[in-house]
């Protein structure tokens, strides 16, 4: 969502270093992925351990100051998971 400074994010390091591919937010997660974000109602558990090994994790990289500005309805797929703590 671009609403950090990219010298600092841990989201844009684990890029650079090809850890992780970006995704726009209109763009899909793969299959069934579990989606990390701050919006989600459930938190992730080891039920969900078949669909992390198939499927993967997309996380949403947002500032907390403004997580009020994401427009979550804009994110395509996956199951919105909390972390659990």
């Known amino acids: 969502f671009g609403q ?4 600092r994010c841990t989201g844009k390091k684990l890029s650079r270093a090809g850890w992780i ?3 726009k937010p209109s763009q899909r997660c793969r ?4 989606v990390l974000s701050p919006d989600a109602k459930q938190s992730v558990c080891p039920d969900d351990r078949a669909v992390i090994q198939q499927d993967g994790i997309c996380v949403v990289d947002c500032s907390w ?6 427009c979550f309805t ?4 996956g199951q ?3 972390l659990p703590f």
Do not use: F, M, Q, S
């Open 21 to 23: 591919k970006e995704l």
């Open 4 to 7: 950090c400074d990219a010298k």
């Open 65 to 70: 100051n403004r997580v009020d500005d994401v």
């Open 80 to 82: 919105p998971r909390l």
């Open 31 to 34: 299959g069934r992925a579990i």
């Open 74 to 77: 804009t994110l395509k797929g």
